[in-house]
């Protein structure tokens, strides 16, 4: 466990739900990534986002799928992509990242309460 942290800490993360438009592979990271757009809906819009994903996923399994991204990071650089937001997910016991889940559809851009 971390570092304990406060309830308003905890509010400053802001974490919504978005619709994966559109899913490529992403050759010029250092470790195997895809480059997502994400449709976190009219108030926020398309944002874009790394994911090392690609052990449990292919691009094609990913479009129209919902995930949860925090939204309030400031972009990262990360070659020559600007991920700009935050996609969710846990590691599995092979280290592995496998996507946190909306298990019913929310509308795009949905925070997380």
């Given at each position: 466990?971390?570092?304990?942290?406060?309830?308003?800490?905890?509010?400053?993360?802001?974490i919504r739900a978005g619709t994966i438009i559109e899913a490529e592979t992403f050759p010029q990271a250092r470790k195997p990534a895809y480059k997502l757009k994400i449709d976190f809906g009219a108030d926020i819009g398309v944002k874009?986002?790394?994911a090392q994903i690609t052990v449990h996923y292919t691009p094609e399994s990913l479009v129209g799928r919902?995930?949860?991204?925090?939204?309030?990071?400031?972009?990262?650089?990360?070659?020559?992509?600007?991920?700009?937001?935050?996609?969710?997910?846990?590691?599995?016991a092979n280290?592995?990242?496998?996507?946190?889940?909306?298990?019913?559809?929310?509308e795009n851009g949905a925070k997380l309460h």
């Open positions: 466990m971390t570092d304990e942290i406060t309830f308003d800490d905890f509010l400053k993360v802001d874009k986002s790394s919902q995930v949860m991204a925090v939204v309030n990071f400031p972009p990262r650089q990360i070659g020559p992509f600007r991920s700009e937001v935050l996609t969710l997910g846990m590691a599995d280290g592995d990242i496998v996507l946190a889940a909306i298990d019913k559809p929310v």
